[in-house]
Structures are given as C-alpha cells and as structure tokens.
C-alpha cells in the first residue's frame, strides 16, 4: 500500500470488511494469503490496522484460528518487528522531536502497543499452543521486554500473556 495514501487504506479496510462479513467461518483459511499480501511494503500505521484486525478476528473465531496463527504467526511477528525497529531507526531512535518524526514515532510506538496486543489476543484465545511453537520462541523475551516497558497497556499485555501461557502450560502438566 502506499504509505500516506487514506483512500487506498480506507478501501482496502473496506474490502477486509466485506471479507470478514462474506466468508464467515471459513474466513480463517484464507487469512495467511490476505495478510502476507497486505503486509508488502506496509507503513507502520498499516501494520497497526492489519495487527488490530487480526486480533479483533482472534478474539471472534477464537480456537479456529489455530492452524492459521501457526503458519501466519512468525512470519508475521518477524515483520512486525521488523517494521518496528525499521521505523524507530527512521524517527531518530528515542530522541526524536518535531513534525514528521514525531507522527512516525508515535505511529511506531502504536505497532508497539499492536504487536503486544496481538500476543495477548492468540493467548487469551485459546491458542497458547501456537505461542509455544519452536518458530515463536523470540516472542517471550519481547514478553519480558515488555513488563519493563513504560506503557503501562505493554506492560498488562505482556504480564497477562505470560499467566495465561504459564497457566496453560501448569494444566496441561495436571491434565
């Protein structure tokens, strides 16, 4: 998408819409290909609007989600990531002021918040076994960057994670 252009993230959120609403319950399929060909070339705040719509349909399919979470997750947790310390590096790091950098800053910040956001979804959705996959062992050291974090909304994600997968994992040893 080109970064800046409203009209084409307006439609294309339109589209996502009307896909949601058309597919329904087979939606969770199509989701690795809809998102790996919106993620090309994203700006921050598409990222953040694809990351808020992938959690909004974690929570609504829930379990059904699992299979596409453990192809979608790493490669999409990588760019996200990515595109975090890409954009951080093009806003000047932590000292930057003024215009352009500070709206890219606080574009990256919120992908920040989304991506935490998006951890806590998967494991409060039942998927916690998709969080525990060899592929996404680099999410739990970003768990524990972000309990130091100054957000207090990464800090609650990144402690609410952490309970829910240990609580898992403890169950599951139980059960």
Request: glycine fraction near 6%; charge should be neutral.
């Given at each position: 998408m080109a970064a800046g252009s409203e009209e084409v993230r307006s439609a294309v959120t339109s589209s996502l819409h009307i896909?949601?609403?058309?597919?329904?319950?087979?939606?969770?399929?199509?989701?690795?290909a809809i998102f790996e060909t919106c993620a090309i070339e994203a700006s921050p705040r598409d990222l953040v609007d694809f990351t808020r719509l992938l959690s909004q349909l974690i929570v609504t399919f829930g379990e059904q989600m699992?299979?596409?979470?453990?192809?979608?997750?790493?490669g999409l947790l990588s760019g996200l990531m990515r595109g975090y310390e890409e954009g951080m590096a093009a806003a000047g790091g932590d000292g930057a002021?003024?215009?352009?950098?500070?709206?890219?800053?606080?574009?990256?910040?919120?992908?920040?918040?989304?991506?935490?956001?998006?951890?806590?979804?998967?494991?409060?959705?039942?998927?916690t076994d998709v969080l525990l996959a060899d592929s996404l062992q680099?999410?739990?050291?970003?768990?524990?960057?972000g309990i130091e974090a100054d957000d207090t909304n990464i800090q609650k994600a990144a402690c609410s994670t952490i309970l829910i997968v240990s609580a898992e994992c403890f169950w599951s040893i139980l059960i």
């Open positions: 896909i949601v609403n058309t597919l329904g319950a087979a939606l969770p399929d199509h989701l690795p699992r299979a596409p979470l453990a192809s979608l997750l790493s002021v003024g215009g352009v950098r500070s709206e890219l800053r606080r574009e990256v910040e919120e992908l920040r918040r989304a991506i935490y956001s998006l951890v806590y979804s998967v494991a409060a959705s039942g998927c680099a999410v739990f050291p970003l768990l524990l960057e």
